[in-house]
């Protein structure tokens, strides 16, 4: 089977490259093994929250001067990174996902950071939000004073409870209260189905987001603030309208536990733009056995296709981090596991990691070595046709730095440029 590009991996970063490219006219192949980091979404994008020193960004596109050369960011240089942040709404837009910035702009036009209130009742910052997303301009000033927050009888992966104590903190005086929906109650006789998604399933039907809707409104009255669960529009996100146009106060949804709600809403838009412009996605099937000669890569299989060759003139990686197991970690090296390539981590393991957990872990910044055009190394020489890109590029901690769809959507477009320009 030939391709133009076959990309490796199903995330964000996969999916904006391969939209990109197939629009341009090339043919694509996509191998996605399983789930990616859309799957546990908080529902806004990160472009850069902190600098790696800890400094708080408020204007990403000011700070990037303040990066380390190694950075993705540095690699791809100020103006063509000016061109991809302004580009990106309207990409979206074009694949069936609405995002928004902060009521705010900053230096230039640019967005400035936003701030999504989380399900620990902490407000981060955040570049892009999706429809259900609500950004606010400052995380020291709350517009509101009064917030009411309605979970479903029984479903524990909303927890009002730390949401209300969050905004109590910000002087938000906060009512928890909770609404039955009887297919809602139908999902609890099977704890495994009473997930966010179940719940926007069923909420997906128009007799029972109208019949939660009138019983929140009815509960609100009186309330600057109605927070709710992010289990609304997985198919359609116009219900995450109507509900606010009914709900006679500010309606803010919030993540739940895992699976997001919005996240997934977005990979299936992504795919579906990616397969309407005529690519293909192969779901469920695993990169392995590349063939690299001469410092370019020749053909790689999968796990399900077995002895089908996959032959393409250029190749990206887009496999993740060691959450997607783009990396895998032995007790003596971080490895990139499809290829063998070069990879940034320092040789004394006992400085990998915290044993605090909540201190922030080295191992997070470790990732693939590329050059400037994100072309990798293997043992040192650079392999002419592949590009990395996503989370599995080094040179980062977007965890640390809350740019990580940034970097993947950046990185993504970088690559698909130089691929078409023949860079
Ligand atoms: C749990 C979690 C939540 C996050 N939430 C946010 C957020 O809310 N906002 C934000 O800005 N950033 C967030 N991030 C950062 C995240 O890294 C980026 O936002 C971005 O989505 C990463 O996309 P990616 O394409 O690089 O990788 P991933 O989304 O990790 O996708 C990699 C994909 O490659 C597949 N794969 C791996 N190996 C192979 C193989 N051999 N063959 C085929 N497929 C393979 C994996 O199964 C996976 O589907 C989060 C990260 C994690 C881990």
Redesign the pocket.
């Known amino acids: 089977m030939r391709s133009d590009t076959i990309i490796?991996?199903?995330?964000?970063?996969?999916l904006v490259c391969g939209i990109k490219l197939q629009k341009a006219g090339q043919r694509c192949l996509i191998?996605?093994?399983?789930?990616?980091?859309?799957h546990?979404?908080?529902?806004?994008?990160?472009l850069l929250g902190k600098l790696p020193d800890g400094t708080a960004v408020k204007e990403p596109m000011r700070s990037l001067s303040f990066l380390p050369e190694e950075h993705p960011y540095s690699k791809i240089g100020v103006d063509k990174m000016a061109g991809y942040v302004s580009e990106t709404p309207a990409f979206f837009e074009s694949c069936g996902v609405r995002l928004h910035s902060a009521p705010i702009a900053g230096e230039g036009g640019f967005p400035a950071n936003g701030y999504r209130l989380t399900p620990l009742g902490s407000l981060k910052p955040a570049w892009l939000a999706m429809e259900d997303v609500t950004l606010l301009q400052s995380k020291d000033n709350i517009p509101w004073s009064k917030a009411l927050i309605v979970n479903f009888f029984g479903f524990l992966d909303f927890n009002s409870g730390f949401i209300a104590e969050g905004l109590s903190r910000r002087g938000v005086d906060c009512r928890v209260e909770t609404v039955s929906i009887g297919d809602v109650e139908n999902l609890r006789k099977n704890p495994t189905e009473m997930r966010s998604v179940g719940i926007a399933r069923v909420m997906g039907k128009e007799n029972n987001w109208k019949e939660f809707g009138s019983k929140v409104r009815k509960l609100s009255a009186g309330e600057d603030l109605v927070i709710l669960p992010e289990v609304f529009g997985l198919g359609d996100p116009v219900i995450i309208q109507w509900l606010r146009e009914m709900i006679p106060a500010e309606v803010m949804f919030v993540g739940t536990m895992p699976p997001s709600v919005p996240g997934i809403r977005t990979q299936m838009r992504l795919k579906k733009a990616f397969e309407v412009a005529g690519g293909t996605f192969l779901s469920g099937?695993?990169?392995?056995n590349p063939t690299v000669e001469d410092g370019y890569v020749t053909s790689i299989h999968t796990t399900n296709l077995g002895s089908i060759s996959l032959d393409a003139d250029n190749y990206v990686l887009?496999?993740?981090?060691l959450?997607?197991?783009?990396l895998e970690s032995t007790p003596s090296k971080v490895v990139e596991?499809?290829f063998g390539l070069d990879t940034d981590f320092p040789s004394d393991r006992k400085t990998w990691c915290d044993e605090d957990f909540f201190a922030r872990q080295a191992y997070d910044g470790y990732g693939v070595v590329c050059d400037g055009s994100f072309r990798p190394f293997i043992g040192g020489k650079s392999v002419r046709n592949l590009f990395v890109?996503?989370?599995?590029v080094g040179g980062c901690d977007?965890?640390y730095e809350?740019s990580?769809?940034?970097v993947?959507i950046m990185t993504a477009m970088s690559v698909a440029g130089n691929i078409l320009s023949g860079k």
Do not use: R, W
């Open positions: 490796i991996g199903g995330g964000l970063s996969s191998v996605s093994a399983g789930q990616n980091a859309l546990f979404s908080s529902g806004a994008f990160g099937d695993t990169a392995v887009a496999s993740g981090h959450f997607g197991k783009g596991p499809v890109i996503g989370s599995e977007s965890l809350g990580g769809a940034g993947a």
